[in-house]
């Protein structure tokens, strides 16, 4: 009844937000889908799925009401879900009116605000002046692909708020998504963006030639590496092995789903930067990650030889086989 009762709105139209979407129109939410593309739009409320992402999955319209208009999905809305490319926030977000700091806000995006050196969350709370408690993180080792396919998922709700976390966690709940807490926003947010650096890394060396040997101990580097950066910036109690960290990691570096991964893939068989990221479909995080990440940790005490590695590549035009042997003498 509460689902029912209670609206959400999504902003975004990818494979997250549409998975998203299934998620709460599944529980009987009703859900306000915010959709900028005309042909996704049409796609969705002419025939109940959207068009260019997760084309398979069919969505209950009866529980959707999609709008171009942000303000229109936002207004009556009690939890607000970014699911939007880190790198369109500012994009997707500018035309918005209606006031954020009465809400909920979730924060599905697992990347940077270019430009800003900030997390979406912080960005949020600092641009759009959200209270921290009423601030919330949606994340975990799950693919948009399986959990549009119903498969079996673990999702962390992260908020300082128990009852705000509990209230979002709810709209989650479905017999495949294991759901856990955590109040760590920094921590979690923090190494769901980092864990794209390090797939685009695993992608380089996989495309170089490197064996699953190497790929294993890369993998080891970039958990301690990842761990060293949080621990420098917020010294918490934190389980590095928790799957809001390390589940996360794995998924992103290994999965064939994973889209940092592939520009990592690319790039490491031989193509330039640019030409591997207009080659991608949808947009890979890691390649603003490596930039905001890097300036972060130059004021910190934190030796991140594997975050420079793929920053050097990305935006300094390295070689990508040169710095690669470089790194296998600094991993142990």
């Known amino acids: 009844m509460e689902n029912s009762e209670s609206k959400c709105a999504v902003i975004g139209y990818g494979s997250w937000a549409t998975a998203i979407v299934k ?3 599944e529980n009987g939410v009703r859900v306000g889908w915010h959709i900028r593309n005309p042909e996704v739009l049409a796609s969705v409320r002419e025939e109940g799925r959207n068009c260019k992402y997760l084309r398979d999955v069919d969505l209950d319209t009866s529980c959707i009401e999609t709008s171009d208009n942000i303000d229109e999905t936002v207004a009556d809305a009690d939890i607000v ?17 209606v006031p954020l700091a009465g809400k909920t806000v979730v924060s599905a995006v697992k990347g940077i605000v270019p430009g800003e050196h900030l997390s979406v969350a912080g960005y949020l709370i600092k641009r759009y002046s959200i209270p921290e408690r009423q601030m919330c993180l949606v994340t ?7 959990v549009g396919m119903g498969r079996l998922s673990y999702l962390t709700v992260v908020g300082l708020d128990d009852n705000t976390r509990r209230q979002v966690a709810r709209k989650f709940e479905r017999p495949y998504i294991r759901i856990s807490y955590s109040e760590d926003i920094f921590g979690v947010e923090y190494a769901a963006i980092m864990k794209n650096i390090y797939a685009l890394a695993v992608g380089l060396a996989v495309g170089l030639g490197y064996g699953d040997n190497f790929v294993a101990v890369l993998i080891s580097n970039c958990a301690a590496e990842m761990e060293c950066f949080l621990n420098a910036y917020d010294k918490r109690a934190r389980n590095i092995c928790a799957s809001a960290y390390l589940g996360d990691l794995l998924v992103t570096s290994y ?3 994973s889209r940092n991964r592939r520009l990592g893939l690319l790039i490491g068989r ?16 890691g390649y603003y990650a490596a930039e905001c990440i890097r300036h972060i940790a130059s004021g910190l005490e934190a030796r991140l030889p594997i ?8 935006y300094h035009n390295a070689s990508a086989r040169r ?10």
């Open 23 to 25: 998620i709460f129109a």
């Open 81 to 97: 879900v970014m699911a939007m490319p880190s790198a369109f926030t500012k994009t997707f977000l500018e035309p918005l009116t």
């Open 140 to 146: 975990g080792p799950s693919h948009a692909e399986e």
């Open 255 to 257: 999965s064939t789903y």
């Open 270 to 285: 031989g193509c330039t930067v640019r030409s591997a990221m207009n080659e991608m479909t949808m947009v890979a995080e």
């Open 307 to 314: 975050a420079e590695t793929v920053y050097e590549i990305l």
């Open 323 to 332: 710095k690669m042997r470089d790194l296998t003498h600094k991993l142990i």
